[in-house]
């Protein structure tokens, strides 16, 4: 049984720090839907959007924490939230109190980000295995091995499982059997989670491709040698819109390019690595770095919208709601901006001594990050 933090026990102890660290007070496709977050960024275009849904903008309080054992992100599909675990275990958790409806094991780590689709959960574990599991009773529906995939996270869409290796491969899978449909292999590891757009898959290695998404054939590619060295590559990205593929680079580069010709559209430099993948909402583009900024930019044109100071490295994906901005910092530090402005509303000083560097998740006035525990703050 998994130990449940609750918010009448974590009140009496976060209230005076988070009063001082307040500024102003004031059957699924993974395609995403309203008040869910069914997947790594939001839907299968990684856009960390929700357009529908708000999240706290002020006062901010932790509701839950309930006791995890790794850093997988949590994704939300018909008020159950599903996360990972480094104690071999998937769970299945109520946001309403944190209580645990299920789990799964699945014999090792599992650090990766699920994906719900059809009323099932996919999730892969360290020993290689892309498991597929019933989303309301976590009973096991098929697993499959596949190499080197570990920690990679599955994207999915129209009946498939996208899922990219540490050995230079991605992999699309009947998302009914698990049976393998079509596989490219690129020129090195595709550690991050495909972006599908209009009939295309765009995965980034130390290669840009633009894939056609029901037969595996490269349409384009760009070779991010041309742009620096890519010892580290990236782990930033990719994040599409219907005309535009975005990711940064270790090389404090992010770039965006035209989704149907692969020409590159804008660079925009910032002074230390870009590890945080961006989201995409309304025209605009934001993403962290390791020069410890939260940067809006232009999705259009590159042009910086406005920028924050966090005072760490910015790593995590941010989630987008409707008027707010929210990312954690390698300090611990859990922020809300407005959208528009940058203006910041609120930070929330660390509650379990971990860096927040796993994607955040927001819904129904709530948001959810991982850290080495799974936090519910509205």
């Keep these: 049984m998994r130990k449940i933090i609750t918010r009448r026990q974590v009140l009496g102890a976060i209230g005076t720090a988070t009063a001082l660290g307040t500024a102003g007070c004031l059957g699924y496709d993974a395609s995403g839907t309203s008040g869910n977050w069914p997947s790594f960024g939001h839907d299968v275009k990684n856009s960390g959007y929700s357009p529908d849904v708000n999240g706290p903008r002020k006062h901010p309080s932790v509701q839950w924490i309930f006791d995890l054992a790794g850093w997988s992100s949590p994704a939300l599909v018909d008020d159950t939230i599903y996360v990972g675990s480094d104690d071999t275990h998937f769970y299945a958790v109520d946001p309403a109190d944190g209580s645990q409806r299920w789990r799964y094991d699945t014999d090792d780590w599992v650090s990766s980000y699920p994906a719900v689709a059809d009323g099932r959960v996919f999730s892969t574990s360290e020993n290689d295995y892309l498991h597929s599991v019933d989303a309301g009773t976590g009973d096991r529906k098929w697993r499959t091995q596949v190499a080197y995939v570990a920690s990679g996270s599955p994207t999915v869409h129209e009946g498939t499982v996208y899922i990219g290796t540490w050995d230079e ?210």
């Design 169 to 378: 491969k991605l992999y699309a899978l009947d998302i009914v059997d698990g049976s393998e449909q079509w596989q490219f292999r690129g020129t090195w590891n595709i550690p991050n989670p495909p972006a599908i757009v209009d009939g295309m898959v765009f995965v980034v290695s130390d290669t840009l491709y633009g894939l056609d998404a029901d037969s595996g054939e490269e349409r384009w590619h760009f070779d991010l040698d041309a742009y620096g060295p890519t010892s580290y590559h990236t782990t930033a990205g990719p994040t599409a819109t219907a005309d535009t593929v975005f990711f940064g680079t270790d090389f404090a580069k992010m770039y965006a390019f035209d989704t149907k010709s692969g020409e590159q559209r804008w660079v925009f430099e910032t002074d230390m690595a870009v590890r945080s993948s961006p989201a995409v909402a309304d025209g605009v583009l934001y993403f962290g770095s390791d020069d410890k900024h939260l940067y809006a930019v232009s999705a259009d044109t590159g042009e910086e919208v406005w920028r924050f100071d966090a005072g760490a490295l910015v790593r995590s994906a941010p989630a987008v709601s409707a008027e707010t901005v929210y990312f954690g910092t390698t300090a611990g530090y859990l922020f809300a901006l407005d959208r528009t402005s940058g203006e910041e509303l609120w930070r929330l000083p660390p509650q379990i001594n971990y860096q927040m560097t796993a994607p955040l998740i927001v819904a129904d006035g709530t948001v959810y990050t991982s850290s080495g525990h799974l936090i519910a703050i509205s």
